[in-house]
């Protein structure tokens, strides 16, 4: 509840659905052509913050997930 | 009451959510021109239906709650339909006007801009609700998204079918719909950061939303439903209307759970 990174990653992809359904029912061009731009800033924004925090840290909880100063740390 | 980005970030979130859920009449894709014709006449119904579950089962009682006098909430849900009602002449005499001055014939019926209207002013004050509730406990704020979605989600299909019945196009309707539904945006970012003057407004806007939709589905909605008059209509359209009233009964039961949790 209280992790910022969990309520922007639920934010970025409400927005990405949000913006996908949108762009289907635009007609004009510009419109649409400036949607999935932005569309695909924010995914390559969310996939960059995947990459670089979530997986990093994901990794090492697995591999200190049995190693007693890793929780001693944290905590 | 205390605001964090955290806080925020979640009450932005919820309204999205919500905003999604005005993206669920995109149902109306998947069917056929002259099906979605011969559904839309039971839409209206059920947009009726739920417009007044919400009105009087929701809106007024809530209002009565957060006021404290019967008789004031009745006389702003007076306010609101008569509010609404001047809204609507201006629609009409705007109307009459284009098609006078500019000699282009506007297809779309006043039903269906007024229904625009009440809806925005109603998800405003869903708005209001999801950041006070996330200001109080964030635990409440997510029950209070939940109920709101669920009364929204009917609503909102039944809001397609009256636009498409009032003349947009089934792409305008979901798209105008959904434009109308980012007010609960608006109204959660005014509550997080004027709390006190959004708490009191709620006063006077819950019942105004009520007299907006008692008068939309009064006026503009059940004449429509009488235009068709055999008996599958009678029938359908009767048992659509009472379970749009009763959906709306069950969201109460819902809320009391999610509340209780």
Redesign the interface.
Known sequence: ????DT??H??GI??L??FG??WL???EQPIKRMLSNVFMVLLGLMLAHAVTHLLPNAIARFIYSSHHPFYSKKT | MNLSLEIFTWAIGASLVVSLASLSGLFVFWLSPERLNRVTPYLVALAVGVLLGDAFIHLIPDAVKRQGSVSEVCLMTLIGVFIFFVLEKWVRWRHDHSQDFTGVQDTIRPMAKMNLMGDAIHNFVDGILIGGSFLVDPVLGITTTFAIVAHEIPQEIGDVGALVYGGYSPKQAVLYNFYCSLTVIVGAVFTLLLSQIAESSLLFLLPIAAGGFIYIAATDMIPALHEHSSIPNLIGQTTIFALGIGFMQSVIVLENILLAL
Do not use: G, P
Request: proline share 0%; with cysteine.
């Open positions: 509840m209280n992790n910022l309520c922007l639920i934010l409400e927005l659905a949000i359904l949108v029912l635009l007609d």
